[in-house]
Structures are given as C-alpha cells and as structure tokens.
C-alpha cells in the first residue's frame, strides 16, 4: 500500500550525528510534507570493532577504528536531542533497534525504549566509554593492521 504523502526514510548512521544538520534535513522533509522515519541501530561497539576488522579483511573496506567509538557516542547523543525536540510530532516516526547479530552468530533485532539510551540506561554511551573504547581501537588497529 503507498502512502498518500511522501515521506523520508533513513538511518541515523554517521551522516547524520550532527543535531543541527539532522534537524535541518527533518525541518526540510517536512516543510515541504513528508513524514520523517528515522531508525537508530544500537551497536555495541565491541561488535562494531570486531566486524569492522572483518569488513576490512574480507572487502578490503575499512573504516578508521578509533572513530567509530566517538561516532556510536555521537550518533546517540543526537538521536536523543531529536527525540526529546520532535516528541509526539504526527509526522515523525522514530524506530529505535539492538542489532544483536553478527557474522556468523544469528541475532534478531530488538525494539528497545528511550530510557535504555538516556544517561543511566543500559545502552547509553558514557564519555568514559568513548575513551576506553577509543583506546582499545588503537590497540587493535595496531595488531590488525588491514584494519587501520
């Protein structure tokens, strides 16, 4: 079934960590009608090093390790900036999901709330876990060296 009005759809991955020009481009979409679907993917960064190694390895495909633990911080923190500044918009939808799979290990996706990504919440990434994991990416890029 097609939707009577257009309507945007995207993933909030690294091109869209930066709250302003992510509500630039929501503002946008819907000044001129859309609905918005936003859908952010928790990532626990240890699997997100592990299978960037293993893109890196397989595709030759790689992505500088020791951003990806400020990218997964940053992408949180603006996904709950713009959940709390569109709460209860009728044309915005946001799907938030724990991809829990990885190669080789089948996963299912879990819905997960707000609360689980707030300061607190068993998802939320602390400064302190972008520090740590920053450092452990370092150490890694350093023995796996396809993946720097």
């Known amino acids: 079934m097609r939707c009577k009005e257009p309507s945007l759809r995207t993933s909030l991955g690294t091109e869209l960590k930066e709250y302003s020009w992510s509500r630039k481009m929501i503002d946008l979409a819907l000044a001129h009608g859309w ?4 859908a952010y993917v928790f990532r626990d960064i240890e699997l997100a090093l592990y299978g960037a190694v293993e893109r890196a390895r397989k595709e030759g495909r790689g992505v500088p390790l020791r951003d990806l633990p400020g990218n997964h911080r940053d992408v949180q923190i603006s996904t709950l900036r713009l959940l709390r500044y569109y709460d209860d918009h009728p044309r915005i939808a946001f799907l938030l999901l724990h991809n829990m799979g990885a190669e080789n290990v089948r996963g299912k996706s879990m819905v997960i709330r707000v609360t689980e990504l707030a300061p607190k919440g068993a998802l939320h ?3 302190r876990h972008e520090d740590y994991y920053t ?3 370092r150490e890694i890029e350093a023995l796996n060296p396809a993946a720097a």
């Open 135 to 137: 450092q452990a990416a």
């Open 35 to 38: 609905r918005v679907e936003i």
């Open 125 to 127: 990434y602390a400064k």
